[in-house]
């Protein structure tokens, strides 16, 4: 954990150029001065007052939230400059799907039935939302499909779907089999199932835990148990917010396209095993001929 955190703050501007070492010294001491806090005759209250909340309301929060990103941020810019159709299809079924979304799980989860929230929810969705989408679209189904209904996470799919093609060989940059089946299905629990999965268990959680206090504790030990996840809510959405680093997207990696692998994109050492295996190949393809 030390190490993923000390990479993370590395990559940033502010802490480039410190040393790695002295950055994981530091860390170690922090995370030592917190943990001393757990080794207290308390220190077992506090630890399952945070890890409740940390595992049941952060995790749950940020998953919704990357969802969001990669689902419903990402490359929405590609789709409204299509057109004003494509833009009013985009927004209808962004609009509606977080709307039903919310009605269904709040009202569902409060009523204990969460299971026909989830029907709901998704009848909502393909009966009243898809449709209405596909008609302000006024483009071909698979058209709107590609643009509108997988905006943002096929491209994604594509992109790590393609990094299984050949490198080299007869079938080089060729789509595999598999991929479309692949993508379909991450695209489909990425952007529509997980969030919709996800904040029906966070409704769940929330309210059982206004219906009774979490282990039986003390409500100031609730209110320290919530200070971490919500300092951890906070964190992410001032560094969405201030800590912006614009870097420019490769295109190529997620194009849909097959590009042939390069030095500065794969690093040196996927470099290097790439031309030992097309040199491994010509050369059982040289020995097949002399057969």
Same mark, same amino acid.
């Given at each position: 954990?030390?190490?993923? =955190?000390?990479?993370?703050?590395?990559?940033t501007?502010?802490?480039?150029?410190?040393?790695?070492?002295?950055?994981?010294?530091?860390?170690?001491l922090?995370?030592?001065?917190?943990?001393?806090?757990?080794?207290?005759?308390?220190?077992?209250?506090?630890?399952?007052?945070?890890?409740?909340? &940390?595992?049941?309301?952060?995790? &749950?929060? =940020?998953?919704?939230?990357?969802?969001?990103?990669?689902?419903w941020?990402?490359?929405?810019?590609? %789709?409204?400059?299509?057109?004003?159709?494509?833009?009013?299809?985009?927004?209808?079924?962004?609009?509606?799907?977080?709307?039903?979304?919310?009605? %269904?799980?709040?009202?569902?989860?409060?009523?204990?039935?969460?299971?026909?929230?989830?029907?709901?929810?998704? /009848?909502?969705?393909?009966c009243? =939302? &898809?449709?209405?989408?596909?008609?302000?679209?006024?483009?071909?189904?698979?058209?709107?499909?590609s643009?509108?209904?997988?905006? /943002?996470?096929?491209?994604?799919?594509?992109?790590?779907?393609?990094?299984?093609r050949?490198?080299?060989?007869?079938?080089?940059?060729?789509?595999?089999?598999?991929?479309?089946?692949?993508?379909?299905?991450?695209?489909?629990t990425?952007?529509?199932?997980?969030?919709?999965?996800?904040?029906?268990?966070?409704?769940?959680?929330?309210?059982?835990?206004?219906?009774?206090?979490?282990?039986?504790? !003390?409500?100031y030990?609730q209110?320290?148990?919530? +200070? +971490?996840?919500?300092?951890?809510? =906070?964190?992410?959405?001032?560094?969405i917010?201030?800590c912006?680093?614009?870097?420019?997207?490769?295109?190529?990696?997620?194009?849909?396209?097959?590009?042939?692998?390069? !030095?500065?994109?794969?690093?040196?050492?996927?470099?290097?095993a &790439?031309?030992?295996?097309?040199?491994?190949?010509?050369?059982?393809?040289?020995?097949?001929?002399?057969?």
């Amino acid at each position: 954990m030390v190490e993923a =955190v000390a990479t993370v703050l590395h990559d940033t501007k502010t802490f480039a150029k410190v040393n790695r070492t002295l950055m994981a010294f530091v860390l170690c001491l922090i995370g030592l001065a917190i943990s001393a806090l757990f080794c207290t005759n308390w220190g077992f209250v506090l630890f399952d007052c945070i890890d409740h909340y &940390l595992g049941n309301y952060l995790l &749950l929060l =940020v998953g919704i939230l990357q969802c969001c990103g990669v689902g419903w941020a990402f490359d929405t810019e590609t %789709t409204n400059q299509k057109g004003e159709n494509y833009r009013k299809s985009l927004s209808t079924l962004t609009w509606g799907f977080f709307i039903f979304l919310f009605i %269904t799980g709040v009202w569902s989860i409060d009523k204990d039935t969460g299971k026909f929230g989830m029907l709901a929810f998704l /009848g909502c969705l393909c009966c009243f =939302v &898809l449709p209405i989408s596909f008609l302000q679209c006024e483009a071909p189904v698979m058209d709107w499909y590609s643009n509108v209904v997988m905006c /943002g996470v096929r491209r994604i799919g594509y992109s790590m779907s393609k990094l299984g093609r050949d490198n080299y060989g007869p079938d080089k940059g060729n789509e595999k089999w598999y991929e479309q089946y692949f993508v379909f299905y991450w695209c489909i629990t990425i952007k529509y199932l997980i969030p919709a999965a996800l904040w029906f268990i966070l409704l769940y959680v929330i309210k059982k835990d206004i219906k009774e206090l979490y282990g039986g504790y !003390k409500l100031y030990w609730q209110i320290i148990g919530l +200070v +971490v996840p919500i300092t951890g809510l =906070v964190a992410f959405l001032v560094n969405i917010c201030c800590c912006v680093d614009e870097e420019k997207l490769n295109e190529d990696e997620f194009d849909y396209d097959w590009h042939e692998p390069t !030095k500065d994109h794969i690093g040196e050492v996927a470099w290097q095993a &790439l031309q030992d295996g097309m040199a491994e190949a010509e050369a059982e393809a040289a020995g097949s001929q002399e057969m």
